[in-house]
């Protein structure tokens, strides 16, 4: 059975039109297809940014059962719904920059809306968004306040901008090893002598030193502990090793690093553009932080 192509308007059959190479409606027996309304997110196809999309309602194998696809009526694009979106299962021309960065991916239909109108996936749009945040942290460009009551006294013109309960001071410490060698000899039942002499060898571990708060201010980063409490001066610090829960600390006058871990455990919103995104605090975070406050002391 001919039907019109929905671009040019010529008469053919089949699944393409022979003469512009648009979709054609489905009018076989197992599908059924009808167009969405003027306010839905199918109003433009995310593939090629032009046709429109349509429901088609095609029964499953034997004719059991029915499920409802979406196709672009000009490029031949399907989206498979898929839990509480639409995955992009097939296209025609599968070069195409849409089907190399979303294909076979599950999307809601925000984000293909967001796509077809020249946006981001929910997960594009937030990387993009902390990239930007990290880049505005590290100029000193951001303020940032986690946590509660820190336990110092701050100085003149001194803010607090993390004041983290139950943070672990770690440091490395020297662990020795060591085994007798040569033959052992039976003194009586049950005791022996060794004879030989004892190999001692020494490795470095990473041990908890003690536990307690750990404070970021303007002008210092301080730990005050159950058994000590350390206070550098912002510009006293050497270099930061961020890590995904930790960050490590070099500074002036101090050969070995302090690692305070447990970071993870403190939240922050960031909010770009009315977009808001809960970040766990990190590493990177604290460095980043610590170079945009250095930069602002000058």
């Not at 196809?45 to 672009?72: A, F, S």
């Not at 951001?142 to 309960?165: C, F, N, S, Y």
């Not at 909010?271 to 000058?298: A, C, F, N, P």
Request: hydrophobic letters at 35%; one cysteine or more.
């Amino acid at each position: 059975m001919k039907v019109r192509c929905p671009r040019c308007g010529f008469l053919d059959e089949g699944n393409f039109c022979s003469n512009c190479g648009a979709r054609l409606p489905s009018t076989g027996a197992d599908s059924k297809t009808k167009p969405v309304s003027p306010a839905s997110w199918l109003e433009k196809c995310p593939v090629c940014k032009t046709g429109k999309l349509l429901l088609v309602e095609k029964r499953g194998l034997l004719g059991i059962g029915k499920h409802q696809d979406v196709e672009c009526n000009l490029c031949g694009a399907v989206f498979v719904p898929k839990g509480k979106g639409y995955k992009l299962s097939k296209v025609n021309d599968t070069s195409s920059a849409t089907w190399k960065a979303y294909g076979n991916k599950v999307l809601k239909e925000h984000e293909w809306a967001n796509i077809a109108n020249g946006g981001l996936s929910d997960e594009e749009q937030k990387s993009a968004d902390m990239e930007m945040w990290l880049s505005e942290l590290r100029e000193g460009r951001v303020r940032i306040t986690v946590g509660g009551d820190a336990p110092i006294l701050p100085k003149r013109d001194e803010d607090i901008h993390i004041a983290l309960d139950g943070v672990s001071l770690q440091e490395a410490r020297a662990v020795r090893t060591g085994s007798y060698g040569g033959p052992s000899v039976r003194l009586s039942k049950g005791l022996y002598f060794r004879v030989g002499g004892f190999s001692a060898q020494s490795h470095d571990e990473i041990k908890v030193i003690d536990e307690g708060t750990f404070v970021v201010t303007n002008k210092r980063l301080i730990f005050v502990g159950k058994k000590r409490t350390y206070s550098v001066n912002l510009r006293k610090i050497i270099s930061v090793e961020p890590f995904e829960d930790a960050v490590g600390i070099s500074r002036e006058g101090r050969q070995k690093v302090q690692y305070f871990t447990g970071l993870d455990r403190a939240k922050l919103t960031i909010t770009i553009d009315g977009r808001k995104h809960v970040e766990k605090l990190s590493g990177l975070i604290i460095m980043y932080l610590i170079e945009g406050l250095v930069k602002q002391l000058g």
